[in-house]
């Protein structure tokens, strides 16, 4: 017997693929898989303008030296490409906020970081890493040093701006240590902030903070390598449209090819049945 909704040729021979494929509603089908498949092709061009930067940041313009001001704002976060930017700004340390930061490395060697609050014209506090050293006691010693220095005078700072490394509980047996050079986590141990705080830190060019020869050493801060002008989230995306759009014509040729096979199924089922019956007579 054959499938109610199959339609069989009147010829004496099952009909192509090709046959079944041309027939109306399966041009119609085919049509609206274009229009499917046009719409994918947007999204996957809008995806590709957005894969390649066109205007990427020129290379070496973080070591151009520009007021802090100018970069970013206290509280604001900073904009990718001013990641590693070198800046300027002027103010006065506050003796009581000069903190150690532990697992510290300079040029491969571990250490410690001597930070301090640096308070700037307009009364924002920043969190910057003055200098580097091997020696806890040294580290101490320095902290003890460049506090006795800080008179409140203004000094001038130049460092590299980067971005908060997000606080961490320590993982050692002082439940005080700072392992994270975070100003979220700095003010935590800060006294009498009063006013808006940078969510970035400075890491000093001078060691001695402008006010004192504590011997630590300056941090390795190099510039920030150059990222790749290709944006691989949207590219993924841009090639996942492409997919899309080709699962649509072979979700309509299998759908074709289906309907062939039923037919092609039906036509020889038909045939068998015919056979019998002459057999019989």
């Known amino acids: 017997m054959t499938s109610p909704d199959v339609d069989l040729p009147q010829q004496g021979f099952p009909p192509t693929l090709r046959e079944v494929m041309l027939r109306p509603r399966w041009i119609a089908l085919l ?151 975070s100003p979220a986590a700095l003010l ?12 970035q830190f400075v890491t000093s060019d001078d060691p001695t903070g402008g006010i004192a020869d504590a011997g630590l050493d300056a941090i390795a801060s190099p510039a920030p390598p150059s990222e790749g002008t290709i944006n691989w989230l949207n590219l993924f995306y841009a090639v996942e449209w492409a997919i899309f759009a080709g699962f649509s014509f072979y979700l309509w040729y299998r759908l074709a090819r289906d309907a062939w096979e039923k037919e092609v199924d039906a036509f020889h089922g038909v045939a068998a049945d015919e056979d019998d019956l002459d057999d019989e007579l």
């Open 31 to 181: 049509a609206l898989c274009l229009v499917v498949a046009g719409v994918f092709s947007v999204l996957l061009q809008w995806q590709l303008s957005r894969s390649f930067d066109t205007d990427g940041v020129p290379e070496g313009v973080t070591e151009e030296v520009r007021p802090l001001d100018e970069v970013v704002e206290p509280g604001d976060y900073l904009d990718g490409p001013y990641v590693g930017q070198r800046v300027t700004t002027a103010g006065s340390w506050d003796p009581d906020d000069f903190v150690l930061v532990t697992d510290r490395y300079n040029d491969g060697a571990e250490g410690f970081w001597v930070t301090g609050r640096f308070v700037t014209g307009d009364g924002a506090s920043l969190a910057v890493a003055l200098g580097w050293t091997a020696d806890r006691d040294d580290a101490e010693r320095a902290m003890a040093d460049l506090a006795a220095a800080a008179d409140g005078d203004e000094t001038p700072l130049t460092g590299r701006l980067i971005s908060d490394e997000g606080p961490r509980p320590p993982e050692g047996d002082d439940v005080f240590a700072v392992e994270r050079m």
């Open 188 to 199: 935590s141990h800060w006294t009498g902030v009063d006013g808006p705080v940078y969510r």
